[in-house]
């Protein structure tokens, strides 16, 4: 069994509205060191697989088929023994 | 002239739509359910606003791999019409249908209020009643309205005067302020190349009677009504 820890992001083109109101209420909180807060999504899957570079490639077509949007996010994985 | 209204888990606009198009406009309708792939007999399509499948993952990110939405490329190509209302229109970008694709708003709330929007483009399936720069007064409810697209594609919108609708004040002027959630160039509303596929973040079938504040919803499904009798 493997483990599949996939990290999803807005691309940096891309204004991120929850990212600018953590920012603010952190510099609020008076952490006034924090320049930027970008939010992303986390999602792990366990995979009945045995071969990692095989897992790669299903993730990889996961991630492009349905778990990010290519148009507005960046995605990128690793894997691991579950 | 059959209008097929799409349901889909958690669709939520779906009775609204058939409602005025049954009641109102006096047309043939009928529900689909999403995983119903038998669409000749239907004219236009129109897949409602809700929140299907819960919103997860992203908006319309699950519903586009739905039977229904893989005919949806055939039923354009035959020349018929297909609208996308909020939840409708953020399944066409997921899609691929549209271009583009939809962040969520600006200041991080879900906004439910009447707004203004222009029409940028009158020759269309769904504007061919209005005049270019008619203003019309609809409510938006979404949380995810804010669209977005890189440089080229927003350019290929313009040239190709795809953007149909876009948010602007009760004079008509496309202003920061009268952008409600942040949407590049205030856009609203855009349609495909061939124009005969329109996402739309207003809703107008809860604008199509004057008992609910406005009846301008009912020039977007009339001038459907006339291009589909024309056609």
Not at chain 1, 46 to 52: A, T
Not at chain 2, 207 to 219: C, H, K, Q, T, V
Request: glycine share 8%.
């Amino acid at each position: 069994m493997l483990r599949a820890e996939i990290q999803i992001t807005l691309k940096k083109r891309v204004v991120d509205p929850q990212g600018s109101t953590i920012r603010n209420a952190l510099d609020s909180l008076d952490f006034k060191e924090v320049e930027e807060v970008r939010i992303g999504k986390l999602i792990t899957v366990k995979l009945n697989l045995k071969d990692k570079k095989w897992a790669e490639r299903k993730v990889d077509q996961m991630c492009q088929k349905l778990l990010a949007n290519p148009i507005i996010e960046d995605y990128s994985f690793k894997i691991e023994e579950a | 002239m059959n209008f097929g209204v799409v349901v889909f888990p958690g669709s939520n606009c779906d009775q609204d739509c058939l409602y005025v198009i049954k009641d109102i406009l006096n047309q043939p309708v009928e529900y689909i359910w999403h995983r119903d792939m038998k669409l000749e007999s239907f004219d236009c399509i129109v897949l409602p606003g809700g929140f299907s499948y819960g919103d997860y993952l992203r908006t319309g990110a699950i519903a586009r791999f739905s039977p229904i939405i893989k005919e949806i490329p055939e039923f354009i190509r035959q020349g018929k019409a297909v609208i996308g209302i909020c939840n409708g229109f953020q399944i066409l970008l997921e899609a691929g249908l549209l271009p583009g694709a939809m962040l969520r708003n600006r200041n991080i709330h879900f906004i439910c209020r009447y707004v203004y929007i222009r029409v940028e483009n009158s020759e269309t399936p769904f504007t061919n009643l209005c005049r270019n720069g008619q203003i019309l007064r609809m409510p938006i409810a979404h949380n995810e309205g804010n669209y977005n697209i890189d440089d080229k594609g927003l350019q290929e919108l313009n040239e190709n005067r795809q953007v149909v609708f876009r948010y602007c004040n009760s004079e008509g002027e496309i202003t920061d302020e009268s952008n409600p959630n942040g949407t590049l160039d205030n856009i609203a509303g855009i349609m495909n190349k061939e124009g005969n596929l329109l996402g739309i973040m207003p809703h107008p079938e809860r604008s199509s009677e004057s008992l609910l504040g406005s009846e301008d919803g009912l020039f977007i499904f009339k001038s459907i009504v006339k291009w589909l009798e024309k056609r």
